[in-house]
Each structure stands twice: as C-alpha cells, then as structure tokens.
C-alpha cells in the first residue's frame, strides 16, 4: 500500500481551495474557486503519482470520489487507467 495525495504531489497546499474541472473545447482546465488555474499542478501530480505506480509495481489503485485529480474523470484516474492501472472509486 503506498497512500498518496496527487494533489499534494503537484504542489498545492493542505488544506487547499476546492476546485472543479471544467471542458473548454477539447482541453480541460482545473479551475480552483479563487478561478486561479491549477492545472498544471494536478497534471504534475497525476505524473508523479504514475512515476510513483511504476517504481512500486502497482496494479490497483483506490482513489476519492469526487476530486478533480481522483473522482471518475479526475485527471490522476484518467492517466492511471490510460497506463493499465485498474482504478476503484471510493466514498
């Protein structure tokens, strides 16, 4: 078991402002509720938290529903499943 905060990983601070994906065109933003652009923070974490799968064999990964980097299209779920991570979404 190797528990993690991908958010943490990219460089934002706990506790943090929440913050929502939003779609424009085919890119998505993160956009915290200051509407300061985090983006690149949860990308960087999502990176780090696959670099961190690889280096550790995992094949599972157990993540929080209802987070831009964990929920169902958060960006970590996405670039975990897209490398054969199988994810599980939990409350």
Do not use: W
Not at 30 to 37: A, E, F, S
């Amino acid at each position: 078991m190797l528990p993690l905060c991908p958010e943490q990983l990219g460089g934002l601070p706990t506790p943090r402002k929440s913050a929502e994906i939003i779609k424009i065109g085919r890119k998505i933003k993160v956009i915290n509720q200051d509407k300061k652009d985090v983006t690149e923070n949860f990308k960087r974490g999502a990176r780090i938290t696959l670099e961190l799968a690889k280096r550790f064999n995992i094949k599972k990964a157990y993540l929080k529903s209802k987070s831009p980097s964990c929920g169902e299209n958060g960006i970590t779920t996405r670039v975990l499943k897209k490398h054969g991570i199988q994810v599980y979404i939990v409350d």
